[in-house]
């Protein structure tokens, strides 16, 4: 055969090795994707950011028109559910 023809399903054949090779070294069997221990409140990240909420509600009290105040208050909860 012509190597002109063959080097590129050599070089992907390598390429493929290679990186086989890699994903093998860099694995970690000891961790799992999945926690065994439940994880405690205290723990957990909150799902929501609520620093801009507390803007938001100290900026409401701001409010110049009763308007804005009225809609400021509607809009932004005070607490969570």
Known sequence: MN???????????IFLLVSG???YL???ASTGAVSLVPAT???QMPLVDDRLMVTARQLS???????EAGAGAGVIP???P
Do not use: S
Request: glycine share 6%.
């Open 3 to 13: 190597f002109r023809k063959t080097w590129p399903i050599i070089a992907i054949a």
């Open 21 to 23: 090779f890699g994903y």
């Open 26 to 28: 860099t694995l970690d």
């Open 61 to 67: 009290a701001l409010a110049e028109t009763a308007g």
């Open 41 to 43: 409140q205290t723990d």
């Open 78 to 80: 005070t607490r969570r």
